[in-house]
């Protein structure tokens, strides 16, 4: 497990060789392999360069610096597709909006749902996500931290 600290507190990476397999705002590794796909248990083999330098740049000030860390999570074809989609946003939407970019307009819950699945924080930036009425939502690592990676990335 590769931890940085960043002004939101330690921020916690378990990867297979340059893959993103689980990250999140927490030191317990147990927390982390809890999000990973059965599947994928037992392969965390960690190039950290790579990944240490994009949290680096990222909490520098070059949020885009993430965009090539490569990410490996399991579900299903939704899912997938979805964390995919979440990989392109640059800049907050609506989770109804999500769910268009999506290709369903109507799997608004489906779209809450892959952001509430997303084992990737930061590098699959559902911290980008917010409710139709512009308020923050949910965030696994707590609102604090997602109201400040925010600000952040506005920066």
């Known amino acids: 497990m590769l931890t940085v600290d960043t002004p939101y507190g330690p921020f916690s990476?378990?990867?297979d060789g340059p893959a993103v397999l689980a990250a999140g705002f927490t030191t317990d590794e147990e927390e982390l392999w809890r999000l990973v796909h059965p599947s994928?248990?037992?392969?965390a083999r960690a190039d950290g360069k790579p990944i240490r330098e994009a949290l680096g740049a990222?909490?520098?000030g070059?949020?885009?610096a993430i965009d090539a860390v490569e990410v490996r999570q399991t579900g299903g074809p939704f899912l997938g597709?979805?964390?995919k989609v979440l990989r392109e946003v640059r800049e907050p939407i609506t989770y109804t909006r999500f769910a268009?970019?999506?290709?369903?307009?109507r799997?608004?819950?489906?779209?809450?749902?892959a952001c509430a699945r997303n084992a990737a924080a930061l590098f699959v930036p559902c911290h980008r996500v917010l409710r139709t009425d512009g308020s923050l939502g949910g965030y696994r690592w707590g609102l604090d931290v997602k109201r400040g990676l925010l600000a952040h990335e506005q920066k």
């Open 40 to 43: 994928l248990h037992g392969s």
């Open 62 to 64: 070059a949020v885009e």
């Open 107 to 113: 799997a608004v819950r489906a779209a809450a749902s």
């Open 81 to 83: 597709h979805a964390w």
């Open 58 to 60: 990222y909490f520098g």
């Open 100 to 105: 268009e970019l999506a290709g369903n307009p």
């Open 13 to 15: 990476v378990l990867a």
